[in-house]
């Protein structure tokens, strides 16, 4: 219990005053203290009567709460009043700093008949990732309004947030209309495709490489195998997660202060969640791989709202790891894990020379089992030497030939997996998601995998 404002106003109307008489005036000095008494009567009763009574009011949250990080959501909470009658309080909770509020208390009024009453929080997620709401604190008037008492109800929730999808989802609206195989224009997909269909009798024409000897051999005559176009595939996001995926990008025309500055891991896991949608449109499956210094999630390739919410389930929480990634634990696992030929879009940093040759030297274990994309995020200033700004201080020469020898290490890269079979892109930060469904589109149209 707590003062109330009504205690502190009695008391500085008649509780002073009643002690200056009593000092100035004797003569007067038992009334003022019979006043006095009352007061402190009228206190102490309605302590009495009031202990305890908001010890049984019960509030509840949804198990799940599930939010969007820079768009407002709402909390629900569920108090429950045994009591018999009604009462006016005032409600309070206590949010993690990721989630910003425009309320620091709300008011209401618990209702006698019915006994449970809805209170709707307001809030807006400014980080991705998973938090714990612990408790709800209520306040209220005593009976006698002399004191404020408060309590706790114990009450708990998990809120997440997802990543915002919107920004990328633009970029890709004509790719989400049903106007076609791939967007508004149906693009034509060439060769015969490569997965085997049935087996029929030779036909004057068919070449020599569909035969399919062993059948020929058992039957004594020329069969040949028939091929269909493949329309279900195995696509595979690979995120790494450690320490260099904490570097930030900026967004020039952000909507929000929230949404200007982002890890390079956050563009990983949006643009990841887009690419899973594109797939399913298109009706091939979709899986995921998460690691650092070691494996974390993986998810196999699957299609439907139920796959696409594990996925999304899997990267909410995904943050940096302040480790070095280990890519010959990655290569074994792909390789003892995926034993269908699939697209793989590895999703990393590889401007660390170290890392690099790390990752160039486990190419090996499965790059001939599957075909693999290698994209990263173009660093700042990289490029070749004259094809940024002009320099204005004796620093920009310097910056420019720091970028320049970085970008001349990345070609040299990208022609060194080149030769393994693994294609290895800068991609702008801005356009991540739009250009990874756009690889994947080449890929599907042409038959790679």
């Not at 008391?11 to 009643?18: C, K, R, W, Y």
């Not at 899997?314 to 010959?328: C, H, I, K, M, N």
């Not at 697209?343 to 590889?350: A, D, K, P, S």
């Not at 294609?423 to 149209?445: C, E, I, N, R």
Request: proline share 5%; net charge positive; with cysteine.
């Amino acid at each position: 219990m707590t003062p109330s404002p009504l205690m502190l106003w009695t008391t500085a109307l008649v509780g002073l005053p009643a002690l200056t008489v009593r000092a100035l005036m004797p003569e007067y000095a038992a009334a003022a203290i019979g006043v006095l008494l009352l007061l402190v009567a009228w206190a102490l009763i309605d302590a009495f009567l009031s202990r305890g009574s908001l010890r049984n009011i019960g509030a509840q949250f949804p198990d799940v709460v599930r939010m969007t990080k820079c768009r407002e959501g709402i909390i629900d909470v569920l108090l429950v009043n045994p009591a018999p009658r009604s009462r006016a309080i005032r409600v309070a909770l206590s949010l993690p700093r990721e989630l910003d509020s425009p309320y620091e208390t709300l008011r209401t009024k618990l209702l006698a008949h019915p006994t449970q009453t809805q209170l709707s929080w307001n809030c807006t997620p400014k980080k991705r990732g998973n938090y714990r709401l612990e408790n709800v604190y209520i306040e209220a008037s005593s009976l006698l309004g002399m004191w404020t008492v408060r309590t706790q109800a114990a009450a708990h929730a998990d809120v997440r947030v997802y990543p915002d999808l919107r920004r990328d989802r633009r970029s890709l609206a004509a790719l989400f209309l049903n106007r076609g195989a791939f967007g508004i224009h149906t693009q034509r997909q060439v060769g015969q495709g490569r997965e085997f269909e049935k087996l029929r009798e030779y036909v004057p024409g068919d070449s020599f490489t569909d035969i399919h000897w062993k059948a020929t051999a058992k039957r004594g005559r020329p069969v040949t195998k028939l091929y269909q176009v493949e329309r279900t595939q195995e696509v595979y996001v690979l995120i790494d997660s450690s320490r260099l995926a904490a570097r930030t990008v900026t967004f020039e025309d952000a909507a929000s202060p929230d949404e200007r500055v982002v890890t390079q891991l956050e563009r990983f896991v949006s643009s990841a969640l887009v690419l899973g949608l594109a797939a399913e449109r298109q009706g091939d499956l979709f899986g995921l791989l998460t690691f650092s210094d070691g494996i974390h999630q993986f998810l196999r390739a699957g299609t439907g709202k139920g796959h696409f919410d594990a996925c999304r389930d899997a990267l909410y929480g995904l943050e940096p790891r302040r480790v070095t990634p280990d890519f010959s634990e990655m290569a074994s696992f792909v390789r003892t894990r995926l034993r269908r030929r699939a697209l793989l879009l590895i999703l990393t940093n590889l401007d660390d020379p170290v890392l690099a040759e790390q990752f160039v030297a486990n190419c090996a274990l499965f790059e001939r089992h599957h075909l693999v994309l290698v994209n990263m995020l173009t660093p700042p200033k990289v490029g070749p030497i004259f094809s940024g700004a002009s320099p204005h201080v004796t620093d920009d020469v310097y910056d420019h030939l720091a970028g320049h020898l970085i970008w001349h290490d990345l070609q040299q890269l990208k022609r060194t997996l080149y030769r393994q079979g693994v294609t290895f892109g800068m991609l702008p930060h801005a356009s991540l998601a739009a250009d990874l469904v756009s690889q994947y589109v080449q890929v599907k149209q042409r038959q790679l995998i």
